[in-house]
């Protein structure tokens, strides 16, 4: 039965190519190019059809796209001399090119260095045939390239290295000096050209004149394998998210819950509230800061957790798509946005959730509270398909009211203002105010630096090596990253996951820092979470009461920001100090950003 669907299967594809190629061919290259002819000039019985005020035949209007350029415009002048150009041979010879080696260079970057020495002593042949018209006759003229001499050093760059298939962003290729050349150049027949005192020296000065500026390094040709060479493109701005309360939180076991809310808009930035103690009806009134790199497909998870002792458990989970929201379309205005919540099982999402792989965050309190303006609106959100429950608000006082919805899990009221970014490269105009302080480029030195200048700062915690181990012989390391910016009163800590009985822990997860001063500090601390023997042994301080701590600090590294704008980015392994061993490596990346001025 397989046999004879093979049979037929390729029986019909021959069989529709051979038929769509007798009947739905719209070129018929023999008699197309057997009326455009060179011959036909001196043929007197082939008849230039007068067409002068007639329609253009089927016939013509075939050949037409065929014709030469000046049979068609006036402002093309005819070649008479030179009729055709022929191949006559292409011959790649029996010798191979050759590789002298290849030299692998280290760098901080994320990309891979080759050093390739190439070396060619080739017996190939190129001959090619000029056909030149001189009235009535024609004369054939023979142009051979041979023994070509090959001789140069290319650096390959493949960058950037990236985590989605095919890893290999683009191809960059350069040649480290002119390469060196020698061939031999024959016209009819024996005659070498090449020979000629001077003309090889004129070669390789056009060579270099040629690649100079194309080819020979820093100059270099790029091929892009991914889009956009594996960049991902500048992000288009910045969401603030303020967490206001929730109501009806549905227990994930018996009694209240200790809820805390995680909220997501790139994929592993993963941020958090504070946990509320035994409550349903919790309020946070916690402001959140994500970078949006593309409303159209990017989305707001919501995830409402139970923080529990061994593990967390999800309660309720809610999406905002990010396209055509309220607070997208109106920048820089507050829109309160209803959110309800459903059970994780509908939305394909696992009960039992215990440390994302990409960390939490944990955010200070917002000071202040944003007021809401008459004219805003309450918007309606889609949770997972489903449409949010209806909200309205009361004019007294200034203070807006919520119409509870019956909700699956519980709803939760947030705040949205978005903040566009200006585009990439666009600097301040230079009567704008502040704009000498606002335009800032990547490379600025540390002593121009100021308060002023602000950017996003994306740290990649990579891996710890070889930390102290406890008096069992066992560590449970994470990590915590707090910003210290001289501008903000309030710290952001991010937390790493906890990696169990792990000296030489590997992470590989992606914190941002937004729009932060570039005068600030990153403190890198790694603790050992504390067992349960830890517990044990922590009684007495327990007794006397003393409050147990639940970490042990392994060590810490402080890294200046305005080492990292200066540096473009930093990737590197540092000790740690205040430990007897232990390093700690990380890549911190600087991008400049401007709000828009709406």
């Known amino acids: 039965m397989a046999l004879a669907a093979m049979l037929g299967g390729s029986l019909g594809v021959v069989g529709g190519l051979a038929a769509g190629a007798r009947y739905f061919s719209t070129t018929k290259a023999t008699e197309t190019y057997k009326e455009l002819d060179i ?16 329609p253009v035949p089927a016939s013509a209007s075939d050949v037409l796209p065929w014709t030469p350029e000046w049979t068609k415009w006036p402002d093309y002048e005819r070649i008479p001399v030179v009729q055709a150009v022929n191949i006559d041979l292409i011959d790649l010879g029996t010798y191979p090119l050759k590789f002298g080696g290849v030299k692998a260079y280290e760098t901080v970057a994320e990309e891979g260095m080759l050093e390739v020495p190439v070396q060619w002593g080739s017996n190939a042949r190129v001959r090619v045939s000029a056909r030149l018209g001189f009235g009535g006759y024609c004369v054939d003229i023979p142009v051979e390239v041979r023994d070509i001499q090959l001789k140069a050093r290319a650096r390959i760059t493949l960058k950037p290295l990236v985590e989605t298939i095919p890893c290999l962003g683009a191809v960059n290729i350069s040649l480290l000096e002119v390469p060196t050349v020698d061939l031999a150049l024959s016209v009819i ?67 209240k819950i200790d809820p805390f809310v995680e909220l997501t808009v790139r994929t592993g930035r993963v941020k958090r509230t504070e946990t509320v103690h035994n409550n349903t009806h919790p309020e946070w009134n916690e402001e959140l800061q994500f970078i949006v790199d593309d409303p159209d497909t990017q989305a707001i998870s919501v995830v409402v957790k139970d923080d529990d002792v061994l593990s967390d458990t999800i309660t309720g989970v809610a999406q905002i798509p990010l396209a055509d929201a309220d607070f997208i379309l109106d920048p820089k205005s507050i829109v309160p946005v209803t959110v ?29 509270k944003a007021g809401l303006s008459g004219g805003q609106k309450i918007a309606n959100v889609a949770t997972f398909g489903k449409l949010g429950g209806k909200s309205e608000k009361k004019d007294s006082g200034g203070k807006e009211a919520y119409k509870v919805p019956k909700a699956d899990r519980g709803t939760v009221f947030l705040e949205m203002q978005y903040h566009p970014f200006k585009a990439a490269g666009k600097a301040a105009a230079a009567n704008e105010p502040g704009a000498q302080k606002a335009n800032m480029t990547l490379g600025m030195s540390k002593k121009m630096l100021t308060h002023d200048h602000k950017g996003v700062l994306t740290i990649t915690l990579i891996r710890c090596v070889d930390l102290e181990d406890n008096a069992e012989g066992q560590v449970d390391p994470f990590v915590e990253l707090e910003l210290d910016d001289p501008v903000v009163a309030n710290n952001e800590i991010h937390t790493s996951p906890i990696i169990m009985n792990e000296p030489s822990p590997r992470w590989n997860v992606k914190y941002d820092y937004i729009m932060i001063s570039a005068t600030s500090t990153v403190t890198a601390t790694v603790y050992d979470k504390q067992g349960f023997f830890d517990g044990i042994m922590s009684l007495p301080k327990t007794l006397l009461g003393k409050k147990p701590e639940g970490k042990k600090r392994l060590g810490f590294i402080k890294i200046d920001v305005a080492d990292v704008v200066e540096n473009r980015h930093l990737l590197d392994t540092w000790p740690l100090m205040d430990s007897q061993q232990g390093e700690i490596e990380m890549k911190l990346e600087w991008m400049p950003l401007q709000l828009e001025n709406i």
Do not use: C, W
């Open 189 to 255: 027949n024996s005659l070498d050209l090449m020979a000629i005192p001077g003309l090889n020296l004129a070669v390789n000065f056009g060579l270099k004149m040629a690649l100079g500026t194309m080819l020979i390094y820093p100059n270099s040709m790029t091929f892009d394998i991914m889009e956009g060479g594996g960049i991902p493109p500048p992000p288009q701005g910045m969401l603030s998210i303020k967490v206001l309360r929730a109501h009806g939180l549905g227990s994930s076991g018996v009694g």
């Open 340 to 368: 309800d919540l459903i059970r994780p099982e509908r939305a394909g999402l696992g009960k039992f959730v215990g440390g994302g792989q990409g960390g939490i965050a944990k955010v200070g309190k917002s000071v202040g």
């Open 39 to 54: 011959s036909a000039d001196h043929d007197d019985s082939v008849q230039i059809p007068d067409m002068e005020g007639r």
